[in-house]
């Protein structure tokens, strides 16, 4: 008889900040490290120590590369982890993109901050360096999916394809005879770009997402909503800014523009790319064309369509330029990046509309655009919100409320205990129900700092 202890130490009770620490007798394993984002409490949190001895992790497995789930990889290595970095070759490749550009975002708003004096810290400090984001990237390791791989006599884990981004993975660990499955973040079945997820058949011990667990993705034209909106921009003469995630959402997006303008439903409007760290993602889909379904003449011709911004210069030249155009920049919740830029010289103008795609967290700037908020602060200062503000739903990278259920309805065995996490409290309360009435299953809502005992 074994004894495993869970630790809860993020997206419990809220969907950032993913990390997962099972105990063992034979390995301690990390699930995912990512940033908490959001409410200023939550990331408050990103600054203290786990409270853990984090020299005793001996691997962290990655579900896949987005910031809430390897965020804080850095601070990691920086609090003495030693170990292996494990992921699927793209969510390594999408993590390094990612780490590196938010270590560099750290770096220059510490320097703004420090420069025009609106931090209370003196000086304000990066959460993290490029160079210790360099540091971390030499424990990645990279494995197949579908592969069982041994990490001792009695433990091994797979990752399973999961749709939702680039890379992203379910992992399946067997942990002295007890399945442990750890959903990461689901795809949707009907994904433009990827395929649909893989189901789990088997799970002893389930941990699931529930972004969307009480939701069912509106039935919208996302296509009709983007020439209506192109449209209207082109007879006000303003500007359409979409801010947007660098990963999955911007190359959705470039692909449903590019099929739009050569369906002739929108005319010849310029379309600016103003995302570095989305520029990067690209490059990933050309490197792993067997993890999507875009054919590489396909994406070669989407990318020529766009003008693809390189460098700040071309920032403000964009901005400058008086024709009516479509900007996409990151980041997808407003919370950074390029997007802060244009918002800051166009949001408050009337002829200016913003389209926010997908889920807009608490505490972030998209959620308060959303809510009507009729200003907004950023790098220190309140600007006035006169632009129209619109929202698409359906083009989240999650499955909803019944994607979910669909994900879970190949589990043949009943679990001993399901825990829901990566969610909001409303949507966690509504999932757990559904999943008790659809299946009887021992649902749980872990908190934060929650500690689990499991006999195996």
Not at 425 to 441: E, I, N, S
């Amino acid at each position: 008889m074994q004894k495993l202890k869970i630790h809860f130490l993020g997206a419990a009770g809220t969907v950032t900040g993913s990390k997962f620490l099972i105990e063992t007798t034979e390995k301690n394993i990390l699930i995912d490290c990512g940033m908490f984002q959001g409410l200023k409490e939550l990331r408050e949190k990103n600054w203290e120590y786990l409270p853990i001895d984090v020299s005793e992790i001996d691997v962290v497995l990655l579900t896949h590369g987005h910031l809430d789930h390897t965020g804080y990889l850095p601070r990691l290595v920086k609090q003495g982890f030693r170990g292996k970095i494990i992921g699927t070759a793209p969510t390594l490749a999408i993590t390094k993109i990612i780490l590196l550009d938010s270590a560099k975002i750290h770096e220059e708003e510490a320097e703004k901050a420090n420069e025009e004096g609106y931090s209370k810290h003196k000086p304000a400090e990066p959460f993290y360096s490029v160079e210790e984001a360099e540091v971390t990237l030499g424990f990645f390791q990279a494995e197949e999916r579908d592969q069982w791989i041994e990490l001792s006599e009695n433990i091994k884990y797979r990752f399973r394809y999961n749709g939702h981004i680039i890379g992203a993975t379910f992992i399946e660990l067997e942990i002295f005879g007890k399945a442990l499955v750890f959903s990461g973040d689901i795809g949707r079945e009907q994904d433009l770009l990827l395929f649909p997820p893989e189901k789990p058949e088997r799970a002893d011990y389930l941990f699931m997402e529930s972004t969307y667990g009480n939701k069912l993705h509106p039935q919208e034209s996302v296509s009709d909503k983007l020439v209506e909106l192109i449209n209207k921009t082109i007879h006000n003469r303003g500007n359409l800014i979409i801010p947007s995630f660098a990963v999955e959402r911007l190359q959705t997006l470039m692909f449903l523009l590019w099929k739009l303008y050569n369906e002739k439903r929108i005319p010849n409007i310029p379309i600016f790319i103003d995302s570095p760290m989305g520029n990067n993602v690209l490059s990933v889909f050309e490197s792993f064309p067997d993890w999507h379904k875009l054919p590489m003449k396909d994406f070669n011709a989407m990318n020529n369509r766009m003008n693809i911004i390189t460098s700040y210069k071309e920032t403000w030249e964009t901005i400058d330029n008086p024709q009516p155009k479509v900007v996409i920049a990151g980041s997808g919740m407003v919370t950074g990046g390029r997007v802060l830029t244009y918002l800051k010289q166009m949001i408050d103008k009337t002829n200016t509309t913003v389209l926010l795609v997908g889920y807009q967290a608490e505490g972030t700037r998209g959620r308060q655009l959303l809510e009507g908020a009729y200003e907004l602060k950023f790098f220190g200062k309140y600007y006035p919100v006169k632009a129209e503000i619109h929202h698409i739903e359906s083009l989240s990278a999650h499955a909803d409320q019944q994607g979910l259920l669909d994900w879970t309805s190949s589990i043949k065995n009943k679990p001993e205990e399901v825990f829901l996490i990566h969610g909001e409290p409303t949507a966690q309360d509504a999932f757990r129900v559904k999943l008790r009435d659809t299946y009887g299953w021992n649902v749980t809502i872990p908190k934060l700092y929650d500690i689990k005992e499991i006999i195996v």
